[in-house]
């Protein structure tokens, strides 16, 4: 079965600086989706990034980039310029092609930014 | 856009009480998911539906039922509730499957998300 680590129960940025949160997969599989998504406190969770296995580049989304690394079975998330609105709960997710299309998720990284 | 409306965002409920919450999407969707989120395990599928009228055991099944008669709305069912479900509940859609095409895969696997139900079980 597959799981999805996220080591870091919280983290800390100052504003305008760079962060980043890990995550760590386990799968057989070789094509597959990867995500991360965003909770902010009381507000409903929203996608921040993915990235399709197949593909070698790196996603990035404005202030948000991942380091995929698929030998390694690593998929951080970088997130440049911190502004105080990224303060959230940052969850990693994977997904199979096959199947149902579940998603499966770390514990979460709680993110602060200081002023 | 999506959206994905979940009828309570907060409930107080006694032990042994039968507890509904509900989802209600406004698109077309074909899967529909209820997780359950706790400090330090993060989301754990409860059960997903893929069909009206169709269901699946997610991880965590036990303690819970569900029920999909429409494509819009898939509803969570704690028959008799314990202090153990006491939790923040998600349910999300998702358009279809992913299908790889040339050029490509067929949709984006974005999940929706609505705003979560917190339960409390005393």
């Known amino acids: 079965a597959q799981t999805v680590t996220q080591s870091q129960p919280e983290m800390s940025v100052q504003e305008a600086e760079t962060v980043t949160l890990s995550c760590t997969y386990d799968?057989?599989?070789?094509?597959?989706?990867l995500f991360w998504y965003k909770q902010p406190p009381s507000r409903q969770m929203i996608l921040v990034i993915r990235?399709?296995?197949?593909?070698?580049q790196n996603a990035t989304e404005n202030r948000f980039s991942v380091n995929f690394q698929k030998a390694a079975k690593s998929f951080s998330l970088k997130i440049s310029d911190s502004q105080l609105g990224d303060a959230a709960m940052y969850f990693c997710a994977y997904r199979n092609l096959e199947g149902y299309n579940k998603l499966i998720f770390g514990a979460g990284t709680r993110l602060a930014v200081h002023p | 856009d999506v959206k994905v409306t979940q009828s309570s965002r907060y409930l107080v409920k006694r032990t042994g009480e039968k507890v509904f919450l509900e989802c209600v999407q406004d698109?077309?969707?074909?899967?529909m998911f209820w997780y359950r989120q706790d400090p330090g395990l993060g989301l754990r599928l409860i059960y997903f539906?893929?069909?009206?009228?169709?269901?699946e055991k997610g991880d965590i099944p036990e303690g819970y039922s569900v029920s999909r008669e429409k494509k819009e709305r898939f509803s969570l069912i704690l028959e008799s509730a314990s202090t153990n479900q006491t939790s923040m509940y998600l349910c999300a859609n998702f358009p279809g499957t992913l299908v790889r095409l040339a050029g490509g895969l067929a949709n984006t696997g974005e999940l929706f998300f609505g705003e979560g139900s917190r339960l409390t079980v005393l």
């Open positions: 539906s893929y069909d009206v009228k169709m269901k």
């Open positions: 799968t057989s599989e070789s094509d597959y989706y």
């Open positions: 698109m077309d969707h074909e899967n």
């Open positions: 990235q399709e296995a197949y593909k070698q």
